[in-house]
């Protein structure tokens, strides 16, 4: 029996009645949501690392850890970077390396697979720094970044700031630790899956130029330590920050090196008798998508929960420079970061997303106009956004040695560029910053009618942004990018009406938009469709109804599969809230075309 609109349209607002209850018991009481961050198990590894590092290990701490490496260990003995991917070597090192410290044996299986794949001489670079620190890789094979670079101009044609702001943060106090070559034995013996032990070459007295680098270096990293004690908001500077400091000779006399370990302990997710921490923390992302969703399903703004939602966003406001005006010197503050304190960092995709939910809002006028001020600010050269910095494009980086884990510059990618087309667009004064973007998200789509998804999985997600850009910018729906993005969402859809993708798709072509469908992906491919004039389309029907009989009695969706990005295959992510927020933002805005 056919189902008829109107069925369609009230299983629709059950859905969204359903959601909408499930995502507001989920709001803290401060007025934010933040779902847990998810990645991979290096990060507990890691954990471990550097607490024996800092002489801070317990036995409960050992315990704990070693329950949750345990638990996420496949069934052939391995470690992935996501949901159901492939055994990654060095995940796997790392984790087998953090067990034994633990007094627990992996198993033949494991070491099996690390040397079949080259044991620890295979691994890259963070991996072996790690085992270097306890003397089990020697520090001077690994590939080194001089400490000195710190002493270079910003106006050089290498620096510090020709790194994305996510390697600059760690790279400097890294930098400075494989200067010192520091050691803290272990009393485990890896030689079985290829550790050298004992090979490490004390560094040399250090002359007049690295001892001023190394000064340097740690007045740079004291300079952008945020107010939660850490670096960036992410876990490689934090950790490597320590560390370095550690090698200085700071320790807990020191009142920033006691603020970072202490505010470490915000990052634990406690799960029993497991314990894992994130690699970041998605406060102000979450909370400004979980208010487009909320408005777009009807929740009024003038709801108390939205209300304290948008108070806490207002509150998160930047307004202090950062390192983003190295290139943009003249350029005034604003914006917002990702993260629960990260000034110095902000990025354009939250400055976009926190003033597209607060204009929904119709509040914070004068810090939405600040924010938009600095995004068109921070446009490159070619008309397209980066992430966190203007310009950060320079290539040729990856191809030193060093720089072998994943992403180390900020190049303009279509879904930041796309999200801060939808917000301007409607800013007559802001006309020329919109065109020349436009023109570049045009310019990018890929021939098969697709765009690259930069920060998540990946040719849907970025499909998925452009769409409902190039309909905010006045882009006809007949417009043939409109039509060629249509064809190509509707040449991956399944059978069942989802959408999903791989992560693979980041390197074989033959990936993109295929993979297990998942609610995040259907509900940025039904986005799509709703801005490109499809609402009454049998594929927007049929991803809609995906939706609506995937979803729980509870109001949420499951959603194991990362599809969130860091670092394309390198590190991926599961925001924990993606599930809910998306769909419920596709299905409003789906209600609201089809009751127009």
């Not at 607002?13 to 909408?20: L, P, S």
């Not at 710190?150 to 630790?177: D, E, H, K």
């Not at 509040?363 to 001020?373: K, Q, W």
């Not at 939808?422 to 020329?432: D, G, I, K, Q, T």
Request: one cysteine or more; charged letters at 20%.
């Amino acid at each position: 029996m056919a189902v008829t609109r109107t069925d369609q349209l009230a299983r629709i607002d059950a859905a969204i009645e359903a959601g909408v209850q499930r995502l507001l018991e989920l709001q803290h009481p401060n007025g934010y949501w933040v779902g847990e961050l998810e990645s991979n198990v290096t990060m507990t590894a890691q954990h471990l690392f550097w607490h024996h590092f800092l002489g801070l290990r317990t036995p409960d701490l050992d315990l704990r850890i070693a329950n949750e490496l345990l638990a996420r260990m496949r069934a052939d003995g391995t470690w992935s970077i996501w949901w159901e991917g492939p055994a990654d070597l060095s995940t796997t090192v790392e984790a087998y390396v953090a067990l034994r410290l633990c007094g627990v044996d992996p198993g033949a299986a494991t070491r099996a697979y690390i040397n079949a794949n080259g044991g620890i001489p295979k691994v890259r670079v963070f991996t072996k720094c790690f085992l270097a620190l306890f003397d089990q890789w020697p520090w001077q094979r690994i590939p080194p970044v001089p400490v000195e670079m710190i002493l270079l101009p910003a106006s050089a044609p290498f620096s510090v700031y020709s790194l994305a702001c996510w390697a600059r943060q760690t790279v400097v106090p890294l930098a400075g630790v494989m200067a010192m070559r520091p050691i803290r034995k272990i009393d485990v013996d890896l030689t079985d899956i290829g550790a050298r032990v004992g090979q490490s070459k004390p560094a040399r007295p250090h002359g007049p130029v690295r001892r001023r680098a190394l000064d340097a270096a740690e007045k740079w990293i004291r300079e952008r330590q945020e107010a939660d004690g850490g670096w960036g908001g992410i876990q490689p500077p934090w950790v490597w920050g320590l560390i370095f400091l550690a090698c200085r000779g700071r320790g807990f006399d020191d009142p920033q090196f006691a603020k970072a370990v202490e505010g470490w302990q915000g990052f634990l997710v406690e799960d029993g008798d497991r314990l894992r921490p994130e690699a970041c923390q998605s406060p102000v992302w979450d909370t400004g998508l979980a208010l487009l969703g909320l408005r777009a399903c009807g929740v009024p703004a003038t709801h108390p929960q939205l209300l304290r939602a948008a108070d806490w966003l207002v509150a998160e406001e930047v307004t202090v420079k950062g390192d983003w005006a190295v290139r943009r010197p003249d350029l005034a503050p604003g914006g917002w970061a990702f993260e629960y304190q990260n000034d110095i960092y902000p990025d354009i995709d939250d400055a976009a997303v926190i003033a597209l939910a607060l204009r929904a809002m119709g509040v914070g006028e004068a810090a939405v106009r600040r924010g938009l001020d600095w995004v068109v600010g921070m446009q490159s050269a070619g008309g397209g956004w980066g992430a966190f910095d203007a310009d950060n494009t320079s290539e040729w980086i990856a191809k030193i040695p060093f720089f072998d884990f994943g992403a180390v510059i900020d190049p303009p990618s279509v879904d930041v560029s796309a999200h801060a087309l939808e917000v301007l667009a409607p800013l007559p004064e802001h006309r020329e910053a919109v065109e020349r973007g436009l023109q570049w998200v045009l310019a990018e789509q890929e021939e098969d009618g697709s765009w690259f998804g930069r920060w998540g999985v990946n040719h849907v997600y970025g499909t998925g942004a452009a769409l409902p850009a190039l309909e905010a910018c006045g882009v006809p729906h007949d417009h043939p990018a409109m039509r060629r993005g249509v064809a190509w969402l509707d040449s991956v859809q399944h059978g069942s009406g989802g959408f999903g993708e791989d992560v693979l798709s980041y390197s074989d072509p033959a990936w993109r938009g295929r993979g297990t469908p998942t609610p995040s992906q259907t509900a940025w491919a039904l986005l799509g469709y709703v801005a490109a004039g499809e609402e009454r389309s049998d594929a927007a029907r049929r991803a809609a109804e995906f939706l609506l009989s995937t979803q729980r009695p509870d109001g949420d969706w499951d959603e194991e599969h990362f599809t969130g990005t860091g670092f394309p295959l390198d590190f991926m992510i599961r925001y924990h809230l993606y599930r809910l927020y998306f769909p419920l933002l596709a299905l409003g805005r789906l209600r609201e075309r089809l009751s127009a």
